[in-house]
C-alpha cells in the first residue's frame, strides 16, 4: 500500500522560509513525475511545483522564483523549500504524482502570518 507522509509546515512570519519533506512508502518514486500541491481553505487544490525525472521542474507562477522542487530517489523523498513566503501561501501542502494523482497523504499544514 502507498503511503506519503508530509512534514515540515508550521507557522511563519511574512517573509521567512520552511523546507517541506515528503516521504512516500510502497513505491519507488524515480519512475514518476512528482509534484507539491496545496489546498487554501474555500480553493480547490492547485499544483504548485512539479520535477520531472531528475531535475527538470516546473512551477506555478504565484510561486516561481520563490519555491524550488528537488528529489532523492535513493531516500524515495521530494522536497519543496519555500522563500519569502506570504500571506497567500497559506494552505495545506501535499506531494503526490503529477500524472494520475493516487491516493492522497495528510497533508502538512503551512501558515504565514504576522
Known amino acids: 500500500q502507498v503511503q506519503l507522509v508530509e512534514s515540515g509546515g508550521g507557522l511563519v512570519q511574512p517573509g521567512g522560509s520552511l523546507r517541506l519533506s515528503c516521504t512516500v512508502s510502497?513505491?519507488?518514486?524515480?519512475?514518476?513525475?512528482m509534484g507539491w500541491y496545496r489546498q487554501a481553505p474555500g480553493n480547490q487544490r492547485e499544483l504548485v511545483a512539479a520535477i520531472f525525472g531528475i531535475r527538470y521542474t516546473s512551477y506555478a507562477e504565484s510561486v516561481k522564483g520563490r519555491f524550488t522542487i528537488s528529489r532523492e530517489n535513493d531516500k524515495n523523498t521530494v522536497y519543496l523549500q519555500m522563500n519569502g513566503l506570504k500571506p497567500e501561501d497559506t494552505a495545506v501542502y501535499y506531494c503526490?504524482?503529477?500524472?494520475?494523482?493516487?491516493?492522497w497523504g495528510q497533508g502538512t499544514q503551512v501558515t504565514v502570518s504576522s
Open positions: 510502497g513505491r519507488l518514486i524515480d519512475l514518476y513525475d
Open positions: 503526490n504524482r503529477v500524472q494520475s494523482p493516487g491516493a
